[in-house]
């Protein structure tokens, strides 16, 4: 069982930077596909950035291409969103997921593929 743990979020102007946590428990965050997710408000979960285990294969949703970035540090066992050139319609509540992957270079956006999830943290971008 891995528990996941959101930090970094809060009320920012537009044209403003965030830099999102997620802090992993357990020995096996090495063997983990980390993603991010976002719920706006009145809106379904979609993805914005997921990271393979090894940290070589990234992949964005278009929307955030260019302005976030996603990294680990397995030897910390923290995934981050670093968030630049935040827009309103970032808004919502972040969630970072974790799924088990036997491949060091395997990253996934679809969120069936994530077996653990954090409760997330909420983001406002004013305008």
């Known amino acids: 069982q891995v528990q996941l743990v959101e930090s970094g979020g809060g009320l920012v102007q537009a044209g403003g930077s965030l830099r999102l946590s997620c802090a992993a428990s357990?020995?096996?965050?090495?063997?983990?596909?980390m993603g991010w997710f976002l719920q706006a408000p009145g809106k379904e979960r979609e993805f914005v950035a997921t990271?393979?285990?090894?940290?070589?294969?990234?992949n964005y949703a278009d929307t955030v291409k260019g302005r976030f970035a996603i990294s680990r540090d397995n030897t910390k066992n923290t995934a981050y969103l670093q968030m630049n050139s935040l827009k309103p319609e970032d808004t919502g509540d972040y969630y970072c997921?974790?799924?088990?992957?036997?491949?060091?270079?395997?990253?996934?956006?679809?969120?069936?593929?994530?077996?653990?999830w954090g409760r997330g943290t909420q983001v406002t971008v004013s305008s």
């Open positions: 990271i393979s285990r090894s940290g070589d294969t990234i």
């Open positions: 357990g020995p096996t965050f090495s063997t983990y596909v």
């Open positions: 997921a974790a799924g088990y992957s036997r491949y060091n270079s395997y990253a996934s956006s679809a969120a069936n593929r994530y077996d653990y």
